[in-house]
């Protein structure tokens, strides 16, 4: 299915296909949130590229055996990813996937939120 813009799915309602137009509207919804996930991820990766050696030089990252998490005048920030900073030294934020789950963007590692931190 091709992905419509917001234009033509005004049309599609004015032609009265109301059911096609959710549809399309749907979709449309799915792929500005995927390509807003697919940003924040980059954003936080360049970010915390340039922050990763002086954190732990500075001993601010902590990690509880699930995850890692920045701290900072006493402020706990995290989870990062595990998996992709000690296989590729970087710090990936983690996502709340749903109220039990966090997830890694980068490498789609999952871990249960009663778990970390």
Known sequence: MKLLN???????????????????????????????????????????????TGLVQDGQLKSDGIAYYRVDNGKKTGPYCQRCYDAESRLEKMRAMDA???LCCACKTQCPRNLCG
């Open 6 to 52: 917001y234009d033509d799915i005004l049309e599609l309602l004015k032609r009265g296909a109301v059911v096609e137009a959710q549809e399309q509207f749907t979709a449309l919804h799915g792929a500005a949130t995927l390509r807003q996930l697919q940003i924040s991820a980059r954003s936080d990766q360049v970010h915390s590229h340039s922050m990763t």
């Open 100 to 102: 039990a789950t966090y």
